[in-house]
């Protein structure tokens, strides 16, 4: 079956950039939707960035203007580039996606998470 890995987080200090990857592995032939979710402690899981195939990104007021969310069907990977962390940012990152497979589309993929917690 399809899966996602989320990697990329870490521990980071205010004011870096970090790139978050998103590596489906399975079979798939295409990514059709992403998006890009957090969740902090004691908070709701927050819709940060969005994509389509072919469509432009849609981006959160909390991360617009310092983030940007790509693919790469080729290397089946999505990413999230956020700069300018804040203390704010600190939350588990996952990412979201349908896709094309072999069999046809799959619907609602979910990656484990990676950390980002930003501190000084």
């Known amino acids: 079956q399809v899966q996602l890995v989320e990697s990329g987080g870490g521990l980071v200090q205010p004011g870096v950039s970090l790139s978050l990857s998103c590596a489906a592995s399975?079979?798939?032939?295409?990514?059709?939707?992403i998006g890009w979710y957090r969740q902090a402690p004691g908070k709701q899981r927050e819709l940060l960035a969005t994509?389509?195939?072919?469509?432009?990104?849609n981006y959160a007021d909390s991360v617009k203007g310092r983030s940007t969310i790509d693919t790469d069907n080729a290397k089946n990977t999505v990413y999230l580039r956020m700069n300018s962390l804040k203390p704010e940012d600190t939350a588990v990152y996952y990412c979201?996606?349908?896709?094309?497979?072999?069999?046809?589309?799959?619907?609602?993929?979910w990656g484990q998470g990676t950390q980002v917690t930003v501190s000084s």
């Open positions: 994509i389509t195939n072919g469509g432009s990104p």
């Open positions: 979201n996606v349908d896709l094309i497979g072999k069999d046809g589309p799959l619907y609602d993929i």
């Open positions: 399975g079979s798939i032939l295409t990514f059709y939707a």
